[in-house]
């Protein structure tokens, strides 16, 4: 049985790839195989056992990865009977503390690793070792508990999961702990190294070995700020300004919005990439500004050569300033005051719209990174947004040396 996901029923088109995708990512840890997980639900990796002769013993064998968690909760692995759920082995951080259960045919036995919390940000090793009907759980080189008498679940042997599982396998068993929230490298069944790829994996990117405080934003991503809670003595000026850094790896998407769902027809201020190229839309209806997909243009391709970008974007009384790097256009148009200043306490979305937007303007996600965002006069951190939705803050795996800055 092949296990997956419902087909997406989602209207967005595909998006070509830009700027070489994950090529130049950069990874925490020397083999190159840390991975983040936490962006969906679902997010999970998957071992497949291709030759019945791989199948692990369920009396006899080892398995280990290692971890780094941004939550007390979260599911590192399981091997289970999918189909009902009814004998497994979890692995699991729980409050902090690093759980394994595992069931049979009757009741699940537990053992808590209490000497030590693993909720602190750094990276621990975790090993299992099975021999007949003793259970030994390893953590960081030191023998953390044992399982004596150990059941011995009827599993489905060609098949795991790491940091999550499918949506149809959740719903099996709701107690399932959440999914994993962080990093995971190193994995081993008998001491074969494991890897994912995306025919094995939803939803995992690489694992950031930095902190950058720049956002990721994956398909379906976003982070926003709600004009009713961030923006409140934040404009001293009536001039509506943004300015972003992003580095794209698509050509198609939302780099930013101010807009409030409820008036998109009234009031809006897009910047949108399609192809490769920037296009701006201000749209004011009481004061008839119907500016739509203005084209910033460009050197074909440059804005998808894997580097960081700037744009800085200002509506003023005469015109609309688009600056990309070091190149600026104007468009001209006329706007009051009170005009700039309603646009100004809308809400701001980086990255992509909200699934609402997203459906009635046509437009979505623009995956990549986004840093050093500033609205009006004040610098907004990402980590304070008001919502952030398959994103990862502080997980953007490229670094910054090749970043072209208007200063």
């Known amino acids: 049985e092949v296990e997956k996901d419902k087909a997406s029923t989602s209207k967005k088109p595909v998006s070509a790839q830009c700027g070489g995708g994950f090529a130049s990512a950069h990874y925490d840890g020397e083999e190159g195989d840390a991975l983040r997980y936490g962006i969906g639900q679902s997010t999970h990796g998957r071992i497949n056992f291709l030759d019945k002769e791989q199948y692990p013993n369920i009396t006899g064998f080892t398995f280990s990865l290692s971890f780094r968690t941004e939550s007390s909760d979260g599911l590192l692995w399981v091997w289970a009977n999918y189909k009902s759920f009814s004998r497994y082995f979890l692995l699991y951080v729980n409050d902090g503390l690093l759980q394994l259960d595992v069931k049979g045919h009757r009741e699940p036995k537990s053992v808590v690793l209490n000497e030590r919390r693993v909720d602190d940000g750094q990276w621990h090793d975790v090993k299992i070792v099975r021999e ?18 150990a059941p011995a679940p009827k599993v489905m042997r060609k098949r795991m999961f790491v940091g999550g599982v499918i949506s149809r396998h959740r719903k099996t068993l709701p107690t399932l702990p959440v999914g994993f929230n962080g990093c995971i490298r190193s994995i081993s069944v008998n001491s074969a190294s494991q890897r994912f790829d995306d025919t094995t994996s939803k939803d995992l990117v690489p694992c950031s070995p930095s902190t950058t405080k720049a956002l990721y934003a994956h398909d379906g991503g976003y982070a926003s700020f709600d004009s009713s809670k961030t923006r409140q003595g934040i404009y001293p000026s009536e001039e509506l300004s943004v300015q972003l850094d992003f580095r794209n790896m698509q050509q198609d998407g939302l780099v930013f919005a101010v807009l409030s769902g409820n008036s998109l027809e ?33 050197d074909e391709g440059e804005l998808c050569n894997g580097k960081w970008h700037r744009i800085a974007v200002s509506a003023e009384a005469t015109r609309l300033v688009v600056a990309i790097d070091e190149q600026s256009s104007e468009i001209p148009l006329v706007i009051s005051a009170a005009a700039r200043k309603s646009l100004a306490g809308l809400s701001l979305y980086v990255g992509g719209p909200s699934s609402e937007v997203a459906n009635d303007l046509s437009v979505f996600s623009l995956v990549g990174c986004y840093s050093d965002l500033r609205f009006g006069e004040k610098t907004l951190y990402f980590e304070e947004a008001s919502k952030i939705n398959r994103a990862i803050v502080d997980g953007c795996p490229f670094g910054r040396e090749t970043s072209v800055f208007l200063r």
């Open 266 to 298: 009234d009031k809006r201020l897009t910047a949108i990439m399609k192809g490769g190229q920037i296009y701006m839309t201000l749209v004011y209806k009481s004061e008839g500004i119907d500016l739509r997909d203005v084209p910033i243009e460009r």
């Open 132 to 149: 007949e009907r003793t259970i030994n759980i390893e953590l960081d080189g030191n023998l953390g508990g044992s399982m004596g008498d």
